[in-house]
């Protein structure tokens, strides 16, 4: 059963029970309200009938009606009592005994045309209580009044008077089928309006379900569900879809991009083992010739054989170390003095090119937060790199910008173009005018990891023809 369905079916059995009690209540106040009313009516019009048996029960002619010859008495031996004569179309009125026995009646009607009495009615009227009951004379249910007629304390007679119940019943039966005719054409258009009803709620449901559905079939997570009612229930949900496939497309993304940049960086490691590879694989063959090559000969094959053992070592032991930093290890974060580390860097960068003008500066209280090895690795390889592409100065800086220290290493050589600039970072990027610079391309990406590691940022920025300079921003 779709939800669709079972929504409809719900909603109309909750009007179904709302209809019945509203039905059913209507229906008692009315058959309780009617019955009220028409015992009112009985009191009403028994009144003065009840006043003037009353007063004729303790008389001598009315003592006797017991001994008239064929009881019951006709109402028209009271010939100068209007009330007992006075033509009846709605009531019927009885006079009985203390037994329940008849003794008067309107025209004298035998005892077939007797108003029922329950024995239980019968002694609360000897014990002087009124009682009402309904009853069936000649096929037709009566509502009858019965009232005692005492004399000096001493009930002598009992009068019944009945109404026919035979119009409030019908009149009950026509309201019931009323109701129920009534209560039958709302489920049905209630159900149609709920089914129609539903199908509109429902429709943004049917639009995640089919986009959900073309998402499986076609593996496209640039698709949204188009959505544009109320933020009910509904509302949100279309939204939580639509914000859980663009994580999912996010998510997507950077799985694809990690598996290309995992293919890449497999094809770049590769292709720089290859070469060193190559060369000790042409080396080895050299010195197993036969007959052997010259002694100088085999000198320089060994150099070079040496030279390329220390190439392998350097590119594996950086290939361990982005692969450490990349892989989120974790570092110990420390309150470092920045111009005693800028110093260190500059006096071991020295070394690399003596000649070169290398300056370092950096406000004597300045501090910062961070693991000092991972740092100075960073910049040891931001100068070395800037010592390789420049010919002129190199200037390593320091300053505090709020709640940042802002490292800048920057030099005055030719500038990085805009196009290569945005893979500076990149594995194994190098540009295409380094020349025979030598290096595998993974020492700002090291560095990048590394500073990325410490909750820091790196950028480079950099003009043709002004020189570059590389940025380091951590917390103070």
Excluded at 295 to 322: H, Y
Excluded at 332 to 350: D, G, K, N, S, W
Excluded at 441 to 451: D, F, P, S, T
Aim: glycine share 8%; hydrophobic share 45%; charged share 20%.
């Amino acid at each position: 059963m779709s939800i669709r369905l079972r929504f409809t079916f719900l909603y109309n059995v909750i009007l179904f029970l709302t209809l019945a009690a509203l039905g059913s209540a209507l229906y008692l106040i009315q058959a309780e309200t009617t019955l009220q009313t028409l015992r009112q009516e009985i009191l009403w019009a028994s009144d003065p009938l009840g006043t003037t048996l009353q007063r004729l029960a303790a008389t001598t002619d009315f003592q006797n009606l017991q001994t008239f010859p064929q009881p019951p008495a006709p109402f028209g031996v009271f010939p100068n009592e209007p009330a007992l004569n006075k033509p009846r179309e709605r009531e019927l009125v009885r006079i009985l005994d203390t037994q329940g026995a008849l003794v008067l009646s309107p025209f004298g009607a035998s005892d077939e045309s007797a108003l029922p009495l329950s024995a239980a009615g019968l002694q609360a009227l000897q014990n002087g209580q009124d009682w009402w009951e309904t009853g069936v004379v000649n096929a037709e249910s009566y509502l009858i009044y019965n009232r005692p007629l005492s004399v000096g304390g001493q009930v002598v007679y009992i009068m019944q008077v009945a109404r026919s119940l035979a119009e409030r019943n019908a009149a009950l039966n026509n309201l019931g089928i009323t109701l129920v005719l009534a209560s039958l054409v709302t489920l049905l258009l209630a159900f149609g309006v709920g089914w129609a009803f539903s199908g509109i709620v429902l429709r943004p449901i049917q639009r995640i379900t089919h986009t959900a559905q073309m998402i499986g079939a076609k593996q496209d997570l640039t698709q949204r569900v188009d959505y544009t009612g109320p933020a009910d229930e509904v509302g949100q949900l279309a939204t939580t879809f639509n914000t859980m496939l663009a994580r999912l497309q996010e998510a997507y993304q950077r799985v694809a991009y990690a598996l290309e940049m995992q293919r890449n960086f497999v094809a770049d490691v590769s292709h720089e083992l290859r070469t060193p590879l190559t060369t000790l694989r042409g080396n080895l063959g050299l010195l197993r010739r036969t007959p052997p090559i010259p002694a100088e000969e085999q000198s320089d094959i060994l150099t070079d054989m040496v030279d390329e053992s220390d190439r392998l070592i350097r590119l594996v032991n950086d290939l361990l170390v982005l692969a450490r930093a990349e892989a989120g290890r974790s570092l110990t974060l420390e309150v470092i003095a920045v111009p005693a580390l800028l110093e260190e860097v500059c006096r071991q960068a020295r070394q690399l090119e003596p000649e070169r003008a290398l300056t370092c500066s950096a406000p004597q209280d300045l501090v910062l937060r961070a693991e000092r090895d991972a740092l100075k690795q960073v910049l040891l390889a931001a100068v070395d790199n800037a010592l390789k592409h420049s010919t002129g100065a190199v200037e390593l800086t320091a300053a505090q910008h709020e709640a940042q220290v802002e490292l800048r290493v920057h030099d005055s050589g030719q500038g990085i173009p805009p196009e290569q600039l945005a893979h500076i970072f990149e594995r194994f990027y190098r540009g295409a005018d380094v020349g025979g610079t030598p290096g595998f391309g993974l020492g700002l990406a090291i560095a990048k990891a590394l500073v990325e590691g410490q909750g820091g940022t790196i950028a480079m920025e950099s003009q043709p023809g002004q020189g570059s300079t590389l940025i380091v921003r951590l917390s103070a």
